[in-house]
């Protein structure tokens, strides 16, 4: 967890990452920007730098046990060892951040780097580096006072609650590649991958967080791959299985592979084709799957969203459905000739 309410914002500079596609250069900053407004330090940037990262998942840069990790783990090493190194190290990210902007779909923007003190992660107080790109620019409405008249104007400007592009770098960790937060709200396809993988060279941490939402991905893709309508499996079943995956993270502290192929797997055969595609999900993404570890309970809600247990019937109904399998019947109507599903419940809410 971040808490960003004590963070001294020490120094910010600014450059514009121009535009590749379009054939633009990077324009840089003669020198750092002068925090004078306490207004817009204490409460705009604090608000503009920290509010997107909500999520407790953390990176580590790639390789940095063997001094490997790349440009961006070894500049803000030198940061970290010495402050004053802070805007040679921000012309240097700014360089490599253009050179990284490959993708026709990548956008040119302010690139903006920042020196943090008193950031608290996981109750621990550090100093912090972030790194940020704005792409997206908003109009604003402004209202002013002209000749004791009230005018309408407008603004284009960044919407401080809506980051495009961030990267926290803790100091701490540093011998396994420091303790990092990112996010990526604009680019979702195959040119997302130049901020994470190719700018910042990062990967996930290996921690709860990490392993809790590795095995909700498994859940999820053993429905839809194999415990699917193709292996003669009913959506209520694919459902009950989910549901059961949801309430067994939800309950437990401790995650045991014994436990959940008791609880949620159960029967022989499905625990056999559920062990056959944890191997091949395995091998296929190069995750480990732990077979003990503790439960990140911000790992199961940030996943809930994506467990969806939705009967679409035809497009007449939806039916959510949240868990007592044995409650629901499926049949066929001949005089009809169409399909139903039964449900008994004991009171209507």
């Known amino acids: 967890m971040i808490d960003s309410s004590q963070v001294v914002i020490e120094s910010v500079v600014v450059h514009h990452i121009g535009s590749r596609a379009e054939g633009q250069e990077v324009r840089y900053s003669k020198d750092k920007l002068r925090l004078q407004d306490e207004d817009l330090v204490g409460n705009l940037l604090k608000t503009y730098f920290f509010s997107a990262f909500k999520s407790e998942a953390y990176y580590n840069f790639i390789g940095a046990e063997e001094g490997a990790a790349g440009l961006i783990y070894r500049l803000a090493e030198e940061v970290f060892n010495d402050a004053s190194n ?64 009230f005018e309408l104007g407008s603004h284009d400007g960044i919407n401080i609650r809506k980051l495009d592009k961030g990267c926290i770098i803790f100091n701490t960790e540093r011998e396994i590649g420091y303790k990092v937060v990112m996010v990526d709200n604009i680019n979702k396809g195959n040119e997302a991958r130049f901020w994470k993988e190719d700018f910042l060279a990062l990967q996930p941490r290996e921690d709860s967080y990490y392993f809790t939402q590795n095995y909700l991905n498994l859940c999820k893709g053993f429905v839809q791959d194999v415990y699917n309508k193709q292996n003669q499996v009913d959506k209520p079943e694919q459902f009950d299985f989910l549901n ?79 868990g007592r399998r044995e409650f629901i019947e499926k049949g066929f109507d001949s005089q009809k000739g169409m399909n139903y599903y039964k449900l008994f419940y004991e009171q209507e809410m």
Do not use: W
């Open 86 to 149: 802070f805007y040679n190290a921000s012309l240097q990210m700014a360089g490599f951040l253009h050179e990284q902007s490959n993708h026709p779909k990548i956008r040119g923007g302010e690139f903006y780097l920042a020196l943090f003190r008193n950031c608290v992660v996981d109750g621990e107080v550090v100093d912090a580096l972030g790194l940020f790109k704005s792409e997206n620019k908003e109009t604003f409405l402004k209202v002013y006072l002209k000749d004791q008249n």
């Open 244 to 322: 059961r995956s949801l309430d067994f993270f939800d309950k437990k502290g401790t995650f045991k592979q014994e436990d959940f192929e008791r609880e949620v797997v159960r029967f022989p055969e499905v625990s056999e084709a559920f062990t056959d595609y944890r191997h091949q999900f395995e091998e296929e993404r190069g995750i480990p799957m732990n077979d003990s570890f503790d439960i990140s309970k911000s790992a199961v809600k940030s996943e809930k969203k994506y467990f969806k247990s939705i009967l679409k019937l035809d497009k007449n109904f939806h039916v959510y459905v949240h």
